[in-house]
């Protein structure tokens, strides 16, 4: 036998020797890693540390309270358009936070939109082919809380009161307030941007409503209903028993608010 002949068989046993040590290496199991308590973790993208029950942030779509919040016992009735006013000419979007219910609310956030449509001339002659812009405006929660009601409406309150009667509706804006919550700003500065918006915007106002079977305002009705917005103040309630059925709603659709509220209930 050749030289040649025993370096090409020594070639050919190599080459079975490698494809049988592959073969056997494909079917022996892999060791898969484990956490701590023995549990695989081959197939997950979520660490070890990780896994389990998912936090009220991930499987709510909700805001939760911070960290180090009390809550009192006291509810903010936020007023919200007057209806006369607003609807003449505009569109008032009153369902912002609709749907969320029992989330977290920081002072100063948008509660409510007013949209207007405004020729860009007031001129009969020149409004109809001068063309016509959209513009809006936003009011703002005058209070950090937890929303009980989310549905910013028509009530409106004028004289401060620090507990309402018991025929004052409860299907308005409603916000359970820290305990240390600071006086609810003033109508100046919740409503101050719309009513410079209407003042400014005020002559669809002036004619016959697009929307409704309503005359044209004139200037003595126009200052009465700005100045109704004007004085339209928060009101101050007592969260029990008034609002017993939203508070219990809320602990139990949302257990997490259970400590928070135990002091009510």
């Given at each position: 036998m050749t030289t040649f002949e025993l370096l090409v068989g020594f070639a050919t046993i190599g080459s079975f020797a490698i494809a049988f040590l592959s073969f056997?290496?494909?079917?022996t199991p892999k060791a898969e890693p484990i956490d701590a308590e023995g549990r695989t973790t081959v197939g997950s993208d979520v660490p070890p540390q990780d896994v389990g029950e998912l936090d009220f942030a991930s499987e709510s779509p909700v805001t939760p309270i911070p960290v180090g919040v009390t809550l009192g016992d006291k509810v903010v009735i936020v007023p919200g358009f007057q209806q006369r006013?607003?609807?003449h000419a505009g569109r008032p979007d009153?369902?912002?936070w609709w749907g969320k219910e029992y989330s977290w609310i920081k002072r100063g956030q948008v509660i409510g939109r007013y949209h207007m449509t405004i020729p860009n001339s007031n001129e009969d002659y020149f409004r109809h082919f001068m063309g016509k812009k959209e513009k809006s405006v936003d009011v703002r929660s005058p209070v950090s809380g937890l929303i009980l009601h989310s549905h910013f409406n028509d009530f409106i309150h004028w004289p401060e009161q620090e507990n309402a009667p018991e025929e004052l509706p409860i299907a308005a804006f409603a916000i359970l307030v820290p305990d240390d919550e600071p006086k609810p700003d003033s109508a100046e500065h919740m409503f101050g941007d719309l009513i410079?918006?209407?003042m400014d915007n005020k002559g669809p106002l002036f004619r016959h409503s697009p929307y409704w079977s309503l005359e044209p305002m004139d200037d003595e009705l126009f200052e009465q209903l700005i100045e109704m917005q004007k004085n339209a103040t928060c009101l101050v309630t007592n969260a029990m028993p008034r609002y017993q059925d939203y508070l219990e709603e809320a602990r139990t659709k949302y257990p997490?608010?259970?400590?928070y509220l135990k002091h009510l209930l």
């Amino acid at each position: 036998m050749t030289t040649f002949e025993l370096l090409v068989g020594f070639a050919t046993i190599g080459s079975f020797a490698i494809a049988f040590l592959s073969f056997r290496a494909s079917k022996t199991p892999k060791a898969e890693p484990i956490d701590a308590e023995g549990r695989t973790t081959v197939g997950s993208d979520v660490p070890p540390q990780d896994v389990g029950e998912l936090d009220f942030a991930s499987e709510s779509p909700v805001t939760p309270i911070p960290v180090g919040v009390t809550l009192g016992d006291k509810v903010v009735i936020v007023p919200g358009f007057q209806q006369r006013l607003f609807t003449h000419a505009g569109r008032p979007d009153e369902e912002i936070w609709w749907g969320k219910e029992y989330s977290w609310i920081k002072r100063g956030q948008v509660i409510g939109r007013y949209h207007m449509t405004i020729p860009n001339s007031n001129e009969d002659y020149f409004r109809h082919f001068m063309g016509k812009k959209e513009k809006s405006v936003d009011v703002r929660s005058p209070v950090s809380g937890l929303i009980l009601h989310s549905h910013f409406n028509d009530f409106i309150h004028w004289p401060e009161q620090e507990n309402a009667p018991e025929e004052l509706p409860i299907a308005a804006f409603a916000i359970l307030v820290p305990d240390d919550e600071p006086k609810p700003d003033s109508a100046e500065h919740m409503f101050g941007d719309l009513i410079r918006f209407m003042m400014d915007n005020k002559g669809p106002l002036f004619r016959h409503s697009p929307y409704w079977s309503l005359e044209p305002m004139d200037d003595e009705l126009f200052e009465q209903l700005i100045e109704m917005q004007k004085n339209a103040t928060c009101l101050v309630t007592n969260a029990m028993p008034r609002y017993q059925d939203y508070l219990e709603e809320a602990r139990t659709k949302y257990p997490y608010l259970r400590p928070y509220l135990k002091h009510l209930l």
